[in-house]
């Protein structure tokens, strides 16, 4: 753990003195604040649940960026080499380099806490969605870096790793347009591998252990999946 | 070349450690599937909203737990409309209690062909389809009573689980309603009320009572409703021996004419104490768009018309007559009026002579009673009962009679409290035991006033100060690396 945490420290110090970060987050709660704020004024209610399904869309297209400089860096730095063959595991890094985007994106998500404590000053929503739509958000997001991680590991370049990784991303979100009659269970599925589908239950106050474990297994295919990438690269 | 320079492909080390690596990536991701089929079997849901709205009711699991053949529910909603978001999360719980429940959420706009496919009239209906039986509930089966539609309870679980019962064939009681005396046809001018009743969950039948035997053994409720013919004795017989054994008994009965007296439903309605009275009620203060001959009458407090007082909703009777009640019976029945006239209104005696409505002095004066359900009280228990503790029995619900019979046609129905009266008066009959009822959802979003002041602050808040505070750290960050 000593090791995870020595290259969590790294990567989370770069992520602070990069600029990118700061316009990630400065962009990511501008919209945010903007569906915040429209929904609230729009439909009169103390529910977040409207905000949290736009706001998934956003972070659909943000994941990729932040995490698109991940490995793709090293590379472009040199310090891949480095990296590789410095006394820590692959599977160590892989997981201190998640650690750090993880916090970045914990972080961003506390910063929206303002919104919940706004719609409790005005009115007395039900804490419970709330509670559970953070969780799920939490989950989600998480899943999300961890696809994006995954897409900066397997090319050495920044801009099709992320366009890599939003591709993905779009994939795993859409497959709950095909619960269609036509498809049966195939479609059913397929739907029920969807991000948006798991994250519905958490929307309105319902934490099922199915979906838990759905976010669960993303996070742990795709961390797993960037170690054997990673791996095959140190060997060629 | 020799054998001896060329190595085996498989030997070769890049090959093995990408076929470990494929190896290791196929036992993984097997395993993370493994563990998520296992999971979706045995999971676990928590509601965390306060009520518990995402928790569906005993009654609800109990009868999903029966289930051993598909359901396909199909729910016509137009997409991203408040109320399919409603009936999709509903139908989401239906679906995690059972492996055998099915949803499809059509936009009928986007698939016109199957809503053609099931006659599809209104948005907001559900069809549930198990093997070769299906159910219809209408929009107006998902929502209770109440003036502002955003502010209705949500009914939707009672009368998904009410339908889901008649497709196993539980069972709730039958409505029969009676047939061959010029009546209303359920298919025809009260098929709105079919409809609507089917949707409750109830399963209606015609009844024919020259062709059968005697009131059918299902029959939890008998309508005899708009009878243009008398029934005969014969009818009358079979009817009193349906009600001798508990049946119930709903009866709309509007003016006829003169020649045309109904002296056995007369005879029929004696047990109860009430009467048909021979006259036509004009409502010169209470009436539909000062129609006089549409009283609105004033809804009396009762299990019947409780929801309709408490949501301030009238009904309408077109061409009613009154009902003669003898008030103080001594056969241990109890009277209540449910619909009465103000006390300018009277009940014509010669209408159909006059073609104007004058009040005369053989007019029966109002008030005038013009709904009237009837019960019988059970024995209290006595002081030495060894269960004294338990209180008196509750009464038994045996008819609730109408002096109307147009009010639930398709014309009518859908003003106001019509349609709810007379399921009302339905399910307070069967009562409680014999139905499903489930507690409709009230809604759970609080409304927020906000102030312009307020909105000001809170948009330049949320979408441009901390943003910029984020933004500016930024600069100062790439500010230091230039410098350095």
Not at chain 1, 101 to 112: A, E, F, M, R, S
Not at chain 2, 155 to 173: H, I
Request: hydrophobic share 45%; proline share 4%.
């Amino acid at each position: 753990m000593a090791k995870v945490w020595c290259v969590f420290k790294r990567e989370l110090a770069a992520y602070l003195c990069t600029p990118l970060t700061y316009v990630v987050m400065a962009v990511f709660l501008a919209l945010a604040g903007y569906f915040f704020s429209a929904i609230l004024f729009a439909l009169q209610v103390a529910d977040l649940r409207p905000f949290f399904e736009n706001i998934g869309y956003v972070f659909l297209l943000l994941a990729p960026v932040l995490t698109m400089r991940l490995w793709s860096e090293e590379d472009a730095r040199g310090t891949s080499e480095l990296l590789l063959t410095a006394p820590v595991s692959i599977t160590q890094i892989v997981l201190g380099k998640y650690l750090a985007v993880l916090i970045i994106y914990l972080i961003l998500l506390g910063l929206t806490l303002v919104y919940p404590g706004i719609l409790f000053s005005l009115g007395r929503p039900d804490p419970g969605p709330i509670l559970a739509g953070y969780l799920g958000f939490a989950l989600m997001g998480a899943a999300f870096l961890a696809v994006g991680l995954f897409s900066s590991a397997v090319t050495c370049s920044q801009v099709i790793a992320g366009i890599l990784g939003f591709g993905i991303l779009l994939f795993f979100w859409f497959l709950d347009w095909l619960s269609d009659p036509a498809l049966g269970r195939i479609g059913e599925i397929l739907a029920a591998l969807s991000l948006v589908g798991a994250f519905a239950d958490f929307q309105k106050g319902v934490i099922d252990t199915r979906n838990l474990l759905l976010y669960t297994s993303f996070i742990i295919a795709f961390l797993f999946l960037t170690v054997q990438v990673v791996k095959r690269r140190a060997y060629t | 070349m020799t054998s001896g320079s060329r190595t085996r492909i498989w030997r070769r080390p890049a090959f093995q450690r990408g076929s470990s690596t494929l190896v290791l990536t196929v036992a993984v991701i097997s395993l993370l599937i493994l563990v998520n089929v296992l999971g979706a079997r045995y999971h676990r849901r928590a509601d965390w909203t306060r009520g518990r709205t995402n928790t569906l009711a005993d009654q609800t699991i109990s009868i999903l737990q029966k289930l051993d053949r598909d359901v396909q529910i199909m729910a016509f909603f137009q997409k991203g409309s408040y109320q399919a978001s409603q009936m999709r999360d509903l139908l989401m719980e239906y679906k995690s209690t059972s492996a055998h429940i099915r949803v499809v959420f059509i936009d009928p706009e986007k698939n016109p062909s199957l809503a053609k496919l099931h006659d599809l009239i209104e948005l907001g209906t559900i069809v549930m389809v198990m093997g070769n039986k299906s159910r219809r509930i209408g929009p107006y089966n998902l929502y209770d009573m109440g003036s502002v539609p955003s502010q209705r309870p949500f009914r939707g679980e009672q009368a998904l689980t009410r339908s889901l019962v008649e497709l196993l064939g539980l069972g709730q009681a039958a409505v029969y309603f009676l047939q061959g005396h010029g009546e209303p046809d359920i298919w025809g001018d009260y098929s709105i009320l079919n409809s609507f009743l089917e949707g409750e969950g109830f399963t209606t039948k015609a009844l024919n009572l020259p062709t059968e035997e005697e009131v059918p053994l299902d029959a939890g409720v008998v309508v005899i409703g708009g009878l243009k013919r008398d029934i005969s004795a014969g009818e009358r017989q079979e009817l009193e021996s349906y009600l001798d054994r508990a049946g119930k008994l709903i009866v709309l009965a509007g003016p006829t004419a003169k020649a045309q007296q109904l002296g056995e439903l007369d005879s029929l309605l004696n047990r109860y104490g009430v009467a048909l009275a021979d006259d036509l009620v004009v409502e010169p203060e209470r009436s539909y768009f000062f129609d006089v001959l549409s009283p609105m009458p004033k809804v009396r407090d009762h299990d019947i018309t409780r929801k309709l007082v408490d949501n301030n909703l009238a009904v309408v009777l077109p061409q009613a007559r009154s009902l003669m009640v003898a008030w103080n019976t001594p056969s241990g029945l109890v009277l209540d009026s449910l619909l009465d006239t103000s006390e300018k209104a009277w009940g014509e005696k010669d209408w159909e002579v006059h073609s104007r409505v004058q009040k005369g002095p053989e007019d029966t004066p109002g008030p005038l009673t013009l709904a009237v359900a009837v019960s019988r009280e059970a024995a209290a228990a006595s002081l030495d009962d060894k269960n004294a503790g338990a209180g008196k029995q509750s009464p038994q619900r045996l008819a609730v009679i109408f002096g109307n019979s147009s009010f639930v046609d398709n014309k009518t129905i859908s003003f106001q409290g019509n349609v709810n009266l007379l399921v009302n008066a339905v399910e307070w009959l069967l009562g409680n035991e014999a139905i499903i009822s489930i507690r409709a959802r009230e809604p759970q979003l609080t409304p927020v006033r906000l102030n312009t002041g307020q909105a000001i602050r809170i948009f330049y808040g949320t979408v441009v100060i901390m943003p910029l505070v984020l933004a500016s750290i930024g600069v100062v960050v790439w500010l230091r690396r230039r410098l350095l």
